[in-house]
């Protein structure tokens, strides 16, 4: 594929993830940071998420597996995550965090539960589509095409 | 991977980091120390990050309340403090850096990913100059550094 195949490519997936509600403006943010002194700003950052979150999503199903559930502990692990999917553009992740917080404060294992899943789903889902993204990115530089503008 | 320490970086933006206003940043979470950070180097400041209100407090030189003298004479500009931190919440850091004679003058700024206005007048009367929401954009930072540092284009 030539660097204008792939340059189309990359615009029309971008514009998928926005309008699919996977990434909001907070991504585009992130974007328009990068720069020639700050060439690998945005897979840095989203790589510091993945590595959150993961870490996160661990913790948040040992709790959820005790004996005696802490809520308190659950919902300040959820409220990190919300944080970070938050400040990445990471929307969906973020939206299913917030149902996740009210099922804590209503002390709903069930719904808390269901909503690990939810979180997961999504986080997993803007995992491969973020990946997909950086590695079209990649091969459009690799071909010495210019970038798209964010 | 975590910050054992506070940690610092000024980028290549400008010759003269001398005259580059430093602020410290303070947050818990990771990703956003990262973006915070980019920000203020963005707005030619040098930067240092903390992981939490104790770690402030001893880059500032504040440990237990009794200032180390070698670290005296304010070597931040600014303090830009995250609200919700376990431990220490940027409030009771806040409290701590208005109730130094050494560190008073130093402007605080909050920031929080939630809009709670007896939460945002709380630290307004203890004297936060400023409280913005998360997530941080170029031009809040523009902002904070216009009304809080020396304006520079």
């Known amino acids: 594929m030539d660097a204008l195949q792939l340059r189309k490519q990359l615009i029309e997936y971008t514009a998928e993830l926005f309008s699919e509600g996977f990434l909001d403006e907070q991504f585009t943010q992130l974007q328009q940071l990068q720069d020639e002194t700050n060439p690998n700003f945005v897979v840095e950052v989203v790589s510091l998420f993945f590595q959150d979150s993961e870490r996160l999503l661990n913790e948040l199903a040992k709790s959820l597996s005790q004996q005696e559930i802490d809520f308190k502990k659950i919902d300040a692990y959820v409220h990190q995550l919300k944080g970070s999917s938050s400040s990445v553009g990471a929307h969906r992740v973020q939206r299913s965090c917030i149902s996740f917080r009210d099922f804590c404060n209503a002390k709903n294992i069930e719904g808390c539960l269901e909503c690990l899943q939810k979180v997961k789903q999504e986080y997993s889902l803007i995992k491969d589509k973020l990946e997909t993204f950086f590695d079209l990115e990649q091969r459009l530089s690799a071909t010495g095409g210019s970038p798209p503008l964010p | ?153």
């Open chain 2, 1 to 153: 991977m975590s910050y054992a320490s506070a940690s610092s970086s000024s980028g290549d933006r400008t010759s003269d980091h001398r005259d580059l206003p430093h602020v410290l940043a303070v947050d818990d979470n990771h990703v956003d120390r990262k973006i915070i950070e980019t920000l203020l180097l963005n707005s030619s400041c040098k930067v240092t990050t903390a992981e939490n209100g104790m770690r402030a407090l001893e880059y500032l030189g504040l440990r237990d309340g009794q200032p180390n003298s070698a670290t005296l004479a304010s070597k931040v500009n600014l303090i830009i403090t995250d609200y919700c931190m376990p431990g220490m919440t940027g409030y009771e850091l806040l409290k701590k850096i208005k109730g130094s004679s050494f560190l008073k003058e130093v402007p605080v700024v909050i920031v929080s990913s939630e809009n709670v206005p007896t939460r945002i007048n709380k630290c307004l009367e203890e004297g936060a100059k400023m409280f913005m929401l998360k997530p941080l954009k170029q031009s809040d930072v523009k902002k904070i550094r216009c009304h809080l540092l020396n304006c520079r284009s």
